[in-house]
């Protein structure tokens, strides 16, 4: 796992430098090299690199693996804020979204990521549980509207976990 959170903070590095992730990448395995982009969903190195483009912007002198840091806590953060709308779906309340988004948050396995690491499970978890509300709106949405677009919502929001962690499969298949 550190060699691939390595290859993920390499190539999030040089998107945020504003550079192309290489074709063939001889540094990560020499002689015949990697190819990135056929073998990698690069999903993830591209949100954090341009995230930090934008901080750059208001704030010049941030480091980037500060503003790394921050990117990956708030993103994962908003687990938490799915996690209540998926409540609230479910349980039609607010009371049960709010209890919800409290357990877990506040969960040791909520908490147990690395903050120090580049991993793609941070960035996956709002968009599956984002997904999965998603369905459930598309399930019980009172109008034919309120279901398209949670279906929508729930097809684009897992499309892009895909993209972001190849385990998410997995996730997904519990979840369908």
């Not at 992730?21 to 990135?36: A, H, I, T, Y």
């Not at 396995?109 to 998603?134: N, T």
Request: glycine share 6%.
């Amino acid at each position: 796992l550190k060699e691939e959170f390595a290859l993920q903070y390499r190539y999030a590095r040089i998107i945020a430098q504003g550079n192309e992730v290489p074709r063939l990448d001889r540094k990560l395995q020499f002689p015949e090299g990697v190819r990135p982009h056929e073998s990698l969903p690069l999903f993830t190195e591209h949100a954090t690199g341009y995230a930090y483009r934008c901080v750059r912007r208001m704030n010049p002198a941030a480091e980037f693996d500060e503003v790394l840091v921050w990117v990956k806590a708030l993103w994962s953060t908003l687990s938490v804020v799915a996690c209540a709308a998926l409540a609230r779906l479910v349980f039609r309340g607010h009371l049960p979204a709010v209890a919800s988004g409290l357990l877990f948050g506040l969960a040791p396995a909520s908490m147990y990521r690395s903050v120090l690491s580049l991993a793609h499970e941070d960035f996956a978890l709002p968009l599956l549980f984002g997904g999965f509300a998603g369905l459930v709106a598309s399930l019980r949405g009172v109008t034919a509207p309120a279901r398209f677009f949670g279906a929508a919502l729930a097809g684009l929001l897992w499309s892009m976990a895909l993209l972001t962690w190849h385990f998410a499969r997995f996730f997904l298949i519990a979840q369908a």
